[in-house]
């Protein structure tokens, strides 16, 4: 049985929502080395993969500070803390 993948440009920007809430530029990281393009294609997939999505768009839209860790379960928590912390 194959996983459903989202909508790939819907979790695209949701990747890079949940990373500029966390005070991280993907397209910055990308640009300095911090992120291969690899890794970024690989966390857009997993987002695409995720069953959360409800639940992280509801924490996006509630967000107005910089968030020190992505929503609760996040598939990209690893990637995006270690970019923050790179930051």
Avoid: K
């Avoid at 979790?11 to 911090?34: I, K, P, Y």
């Avoid at 999505?53 to 598939?75: D, Y």
């Amino acid at each position: 049985m194959s996983q459903h993948l989202g909508d790939p440009a819907r979790h695209f920007f949701m990747t890079r929502g949940v990373a500029r809430v966390m005070g991280v530029n993907l397209g910055d990281a990308l640009n300095s080395g911090q992120l291969e393009p690899q890794r970024y294609a690989d966390m857009v997939t997993r987002c695409r993969g995720c069953a959360l999505v409800e639940a992280c768009e509801e924490w996006l839209a509630a967000q107005t500070l910089i968030s020190t860790a992505p929503p609760p379960g996040c598939c990209n928590s690893n990637d995006l803390c270690r970019l923050r912390e790179m930051h």
